[in-house]
């Protein structure tokens, strides 16, 4: 009677923020104006130091799928809860313990009664869950290992949607100019670039995916005997999950997310951004189906997990042809390769040469152990080669991976006590190097959480398939590091996050031929003042040392220098109405290296979405930039074509624009088009090499269709 008066008081209590908590959100496209997410993106896109549009597919196709089929909150799995944006292991075990105490949630309300969620928590994951009536139940209840829906019920219930997309430049590229004297252009294809997804799916228990992508410069060929077949790059899969004791099964293309990514992580994960709490720790996504263009990170063969009561199994096999530079190849030495190509661009002779050259062969497996509150796992990967990788030794490469194969082997834990959680990951590479990661995250009181990170890669430890929690997260090698991350409720309305990291690197890395090191520091304020409007204002500092650029006359010995860079953002956004969300940006930048001027960089953006109807959706960017050199870019997420996101770095001085629309003619036909142009004021060109561009000025056009059925 208590637990029942108790419910009844909470769920009141609930209801009363009611119009705090928005219940819907009209289309699956809405999902990008989450202010986390793109601050998340953005952040991503900046560590990595990505020179172009960055494909983020599997991140956002993952987001896309749970906004068409959201997931019931009652039954949704911890695997499945962790897809959503800001969901941790903390918020998963509070809601858990209400069900357990009070039963099924009977509205999406009653989020808001489990102890310890706020609004602010709950409505990202808005557009991707849901809450069924009472025994309206997808898969039976009340066992671990449910078993899944029946043959014919996925047959006759399959749903199917086709993607066509085709983007391309207005201006002529000189790869595809011809030369003065009638030489044949560099680049051998057409300057479109055509991507074709078909998936058929029922709910997250099936899919059948079939993807092709034709990279602009790249050639249509239909020769089998030398591994084309039309389009230049073609994916695909055939995956099960949630039937029984079969958890998941993926036939094809798949990415592998285990651990805290020191062995395999190649789904890539956030890192040190704005959101200093939750984005720590990598979730462990486990087996994931490959639906996206990018052509290198992703497994080919087969994967698939089975569960005995509170323990479960994983097996991988992938076999996969990797571009790589040919330094030999004959039957005494065999293959010798001096690098691995990750760019996926076959365009020219040189590229054509490199395609496909080098196989890689890998297998694995993780046992792991899952009770409440508690996971603990035991990976292991072993990597074959057909032949012998051998870099170009310079300063800082001596030692990087060479040989044509690698075995690692890890152990995973991840606890949950109360507030903390704890978690972290060792590992041991075939160099004998070893790599760590260790940390927490929970709650110090109610208005503020913490998150501590400590990681240490030893110089010889080697892993190309990982990507950690680190200053370098896709270099899992010669770094040590600790981090602490706040995040505080001074007051109503106001969130204070801010984050420091500390970081060596205790042999040379790439621009620092001695021992180094440095740090970071980000604060972010931000101030909600109501539901549909907020702002914020964003500080970045990162220090650290790399090779000076000009040496003193008769200095002989390289030596190193501090160099830092600084951001502020002030950042607006708000929605007018209900169909109108308007934002505006201001980001300035300075680059300092040692006594010399710091150089400066200032990007300032309008952004516009007008939803028109039911049919028609209308958005827009006007921005204007002036940065002295690539050290002061700016990265900022644009929008884009529904399923495709890009983060391009805003550079040089000039202006860039784009309009997108939307239109849906019908309940099951999309159609969408984005045209956007770069500008450059003080530049006669864009570009280098082929791909320059011989004008002040630079269009793209996308056109896309989506068919459901």
């Not at 798949?254 to 956030?270: D, K, N, R």
């Not at 996206?292 to 323990?311: D, K």
């Not at 704890?422 to 075939?430: D, I, K, P, T, V």
């Not at 040692?594 to 039911?614: E, F, M, T, V």
């Amino acid at each position: 009677m208590k637990t029942t008066i108790l419910r009844v008081v909470l769920f009141c209590t609930a209801l009363s923020g009611f119009c705090r908590l928005e219940a819907q959100v009209d289309t699956g496209e809405d999902i990008f104006s989450s202010e986390s997410y793109l601050n998340s993106i953005e952040d991503m896109a900046e560590n990595l130091e990505a020179d172009d549009e960055v494909d983020f597919a599997q991140l956002t196709d993952v987001l896309l799928d749970l906004a068409k089929k959201p997931l019931d909150i009652n039954t949704a799995t911890r695997e499945q809860l962790l897809l959503l944006p800001g969901m941790n292991d903390l918020i998963i075990n509070k809601l858990f313990a209400y069900k357990e105490r009070f039963g099924a949630l009977v509205s999406i309300y009653e989020l808001q009664a489990v102890p310890g969620l706020t609004v602010d928590q709950i409505r990202p994951w808005l557009p991707f869950i849901v809450v069924k009536k009472i025994g309206e139940k997808d898969i039976s209840p009340g066992t671990l290992h449910s078993s899944g829906p029946g043959f014919q019920t996925v047959i006759h219930n399959l749903s199917y949607e086709l993607t066509q997309r085709t983007g391309f430049l207005l201006e002529k590229q000189n790869g595809f100019l011809s030369g003065i004297n009638g030489e044949k252009p560099v680049y051998q294809g057409s300057p479109a670039r055509i991507y074709t997804r078909f998936r058929a799916r029922y709910g997250r228990n099936f899919s059948l995916a079939l993807t092709t992508e034709k990279d602009p410069g790249e050639k249509l060929r239909w020769l089998p005997q030398y591994r084309f077949y039309g389009m230049d790059f073609i994916s695909g899969h055939a995956a099960i999950s949630g039937y029984g004791k079969l958890k998941s099964l993926v036939i094809g293309d798949y990415h592998l997310s285990l651990g805290q990514g020191l062995v395999l992580s190649q789904g890539m994960g956030f890192g040190k951004g704005s959101t200093v709490v939750g984005n720590v720790k990598l979730p462990g996504k486990g087996i994931l189906p490959s639906s996206s263009a990018n052509e290198t990170q992703l497994l080919r063969g087969s994967a698939a997990t089975f569960a005995w009561n509170q323990w479960y199994f994983t097996g991988f096999y992938s076999r996969i042809s990797l571009d790589a530079t040919v330094v030999s190849s004959d039957s005494v030495s065999g293959l010798m390769v001096s690098s691995i190509r990750t760019g996926g661009l076959h365009r020219t002779d040189a590229e054509l040469n490199s395609r496909k050259v080098l196989k890689e062969t890998l297998g694995g497996c993780r046992l792991e152990y899952r009770i409440r509150g508690l996971r603990t796992g035991f990976t292991v990967l072993h990597q074959q080669f057909n032949g012998i990788l051998s870099k170009t030794p310079n300063s800082y490469n001596r030692f990087d991976f060479t040989g044509d194969h690698n075995l690692l082997i890890s152990g995973d834990a991840d606890f949950v006590f109360r507030n903390f959680n704890f978690f972290g990951e060792w590992a041991r590479s075939s160099s004998g190097g070893m790599a760590g990661v260790a940390g927490l995250m929970g709650s110090l009181a109610s208005s503020v959480d913490i998150s501590l990170v400590f990681r240490h890669f030893d110089k010889d430890f080697h892993s190309d398939k990982g990507y950690a929690f680190a200053e370098r997260p896709t270099a899992i090698q010669n770094e040590t590091g600790a981090y602490l991350g706040l995040q505080i409720l001074p007051a109503s309305r106001w969130t204070l996050n801010f984050y420091f990291d500390q970081f060596y690197f205790p042999y040379n890395r790439f621009q620092a031929d001695y021992f180094s090191h440095g740090w970071e520091f980000l604060s972010h304020l931000q101030y909600k003042p109501s539901r549909n409007t907020f702002v914020y204002v964003r500080f970045r500092s990162e220090n650290k040392q790399q090779n000076a650029g000009e040496y003193p006359p008769g200095q002989q010995v390289r030596f190193l220098v501090p160099v830092s860079k600084t951001q502020l953002r002030v950042h607006f956004q708000t929605k007018i109405n209900r169909d109108i969300i308007y934002r505006t940006r201001l980001e300035m930048s300075w680059f300092a290296e040692a006594d010399s001027p710091a150089r400066q960089g200032l990007l300032l953006y309008q952004d516009i979405s007008w939803k028109i109807g039911y049919n028609w959706k209308i958005s827009g960017r006007y921005a204007i930039f002036d940065t002295e050199g690539y050290d002061t870019r700016v990265y900022a997420y644009e929008n884009d074509v529904p399923g495709f996101s890009s983060i391009p770095p805003y550079y040089q001085t000039g202006s860039r624009f784009y309009l997108i629309a939307d239109w849906r003619p019908q309940k099951r036909i999309d159609l969408g088009i984005r045209v956007a142009r770069t500008r450059l004021w003080q530049i006669s060109g864009i570009g280098s090499g082929n791909d320059a561009i011989g004008g002040p000025q630079k269009t793209e056009v996308k056109i896309q269709i989506r068919l459901k059925m």
